[in-house]
């Protein structure tokens, strides 16, 4: 197949956004597809997964492009161009490229929906919130209804693109987020540190800040390690200042970032409730699970769900404590060891070797 992916953002930059996007890059390329990937140009280095993948970067300094309306409409453009000049396929990431990739004439593409971006003004505290929500919500409804086929990462968000936006069941298809095989080899029998607890991913708004802070307060916890940096970086920095339990380290390398992980007693996800956070298939869930450590999260998303009833997870209601329910499993050393051991098994067929032959199936198929 000849395939154009197109991504808005910095692919340099490692979240679990652009592992996905990497990850299916690199892997259809290694399975004899051609595949160009359209980005932004990025400030670090590209990672060995990309070696096999035709990369096509955009100039963020050209003119138009210092915004993200700028950013995205060059690279729907030349995302365009590239399906043209070799008759391919476009794979879109993020509804929100997509809409404005409507704006420029695409259409028929595919469309991989990492979350609902107009939910982001939930937790956005300006007077313009609800006018943006109503233009992204436009944005994205014209992105989905455009495309030919649509993969969402949560059956939470396919049922909202089939009740609420009237998408037809059959053109849409589960596809949720996974993890690499080689980040939990490395990283297999580190020694876990006695009441090290650990956070790792963005600090997105929909962190719930007060259960990390309560956390770091318990007696069992001797240290709350909180790995990564977002909107929510310079509050953490605040209450870590006051508590001594609390350390931020900001983003790390991931042989940092996955020891840390991989030595926890506990690993946490404390989120605030909402549609953002019910339709999301975070990441970090995956790499807790493939570690090997016992999980406390917030429920909602698919996979705290599902390694909740492998026994791998415990899942906190709202209204629950968070902070209570990593001290009973902190308590318990019995049943860490069963949580953790459980994990690990949910989550071994989930790679992202498993999901990017998914992927080409669904082409296959469409």
């Known amino acids: ?53 035709r990369v096509e970067a955009i100039d963020t300094d050209g003119f138009g492009r210092g915004t993200g309306v700028g950013r995205a409409l060059a690279v729907a453009w030349r995302a365009k161009q590239v399906a043209d000049e070799r008759d391919a396929t476009i794979q879109f990431a993020h509804s929100t490229l997509a809409g404005f990739a409507t704006l420029v004439g695409c259409e028929g593409y595919v469309l991989d929906m990492h979350d609902l971006a107009f939910a982001r003004f939930d937790h956005v505290d300006s007077a313009l919130s609800p006018v943006l929500e109503r233009f992204v919500s436009w944005l994205e409804r014209r992105g989905v209804r455009k495309a030919s086929h649509v993969v969402t990462v949560s059956g939470y968000m396919k049922e909202f693109l089939a009740d609420e936006w009237g998408v037809p069941e059959g053109a849409v298809t589960v596809l949720p987020n996974g993890f690499f095989e080689e980040r939990r080899d490395t990283f297999a029998g580190t020694e876990t540190i006695p009441g090290r607890v650990v956070f790792l991913g963005t600090l997105h708004p929909k962190v719930d800040v007060d259960a990390l802070r309560e956390t770091a307060q318990l007696p069992e916890v001797e240290e709350l390690v909180v790995v990564g940096d977002g909107a929510l970086r310079e509050e953490l920095d605040a209450a870590a200042d006051e508590l001594d339990s609390l350390r931020t380290t900001g983003r790390l390398p991931d042989a940092e970032a996955f020891d840390l992980v991989a030595s926890a007693s506990v690993v946490v996800n404390p989120q605030e409730p909402s549609a953002l956070q019910q339709a999301s298939s975070p990441v970090k869930l995956f790499y807790y699970a493939a570690l090997g450590v016992p999980m406390v999260v917030t429920s909602g998303p698919d996979p705290a769900e599902e390694f909740a009833s492998a026994g791998g997870a415990e899942l906190v209601e709202p209204g629950e404590s968070f902070a209570d329910r990593v001290a009973e499993v902190l308590r318990d050393d019995d049943r860490r060891a069963e949580m953790a051991e459980s994990a690990a098994a949910a989550a071994r067929e989930m790679t992202w070797d498993a999901r990017v032959g998914r992927l080409e199936t669904i082409y296959w198929e469409a």
């Open 1 to 53: 197949m000849n395939l154009c992916i197109a991504h808005g953002g910095d692919i340099t930059e490692p979240s679990g956004g652009t592992d996905r996007i990497t990850a299916f890059a690199g892997g259809l390329a290694d399975r004899g597809h051609d595949v160009t990937l359209v980005v932004p140009e990025g400030e670090g280095e590209r990672p060995d997964r990309l070696d096999s993948v």
